[in-house]
Nanobody, 119 residues
Framework: LQLEESGGGLVQPGGSLGLACTAS????????IGWFRQAPGRGRELVSCFSDGNTHYSLNSRFTASVHKAWNTAYLQLNSLNPEDTSIYYC?????????????????WGQGTQVTVSS
């Protein structure tokens, strides 16, 4: 399984961005998808854990995860962004389902995409 991320960029405070994580090699049906982020000088934190069509964990209500099965692509919609959301965002996959997304337990990682919130 390979994960390729896209959709990061520069956005003004209060704006929105959509991130995509396209998988190849194996169907995402068999995986829980975790979205993580890492800000400069800080550790990596879990943003969302999604599997079986459900969000099992979300850092806050401004971020919404989903999966498009036919496209084998996971999405993270980021709304009402503020400068504290500036980070590199990573998608990751772990075989199985449920609330199983842990930084040390993911099987596959995307390369990360930079999200910068600034006026």
């Amino acid at each position: 399984l390979q994960l390729e991320e896209s959709g990061g960029g520069l956005v003004q405070p209060g704006g929105s961005l959509g991130l995509a994580c396209t998988a190849s090699g194996v169907s995402l049906d068999y995986y829980a998808i975790g979205w993580f982020r890492q800000a400069p000088g800080r550790g990596r934190e879990l943003v969302s854990c999604f599997s079986d069509g459900n969000t099992h964990y979300s850092l806050n209500s401004r971020f919404t995860a989903s999966v498009h099965k036919a496209w084998n692509t996971a999405y993270l919609q980021l709304n009402s962004l503020n400068p504290e959301d500036t980070s590199i965002y990573y998608c990751a996959a772990r075989a199985g389902s449920g609330n199983i997304c842990r930084e040390g337990g993911m099987d596959h990682w995307g390369q990360g995409t930079q999200v910068t919130v600034s006026s």
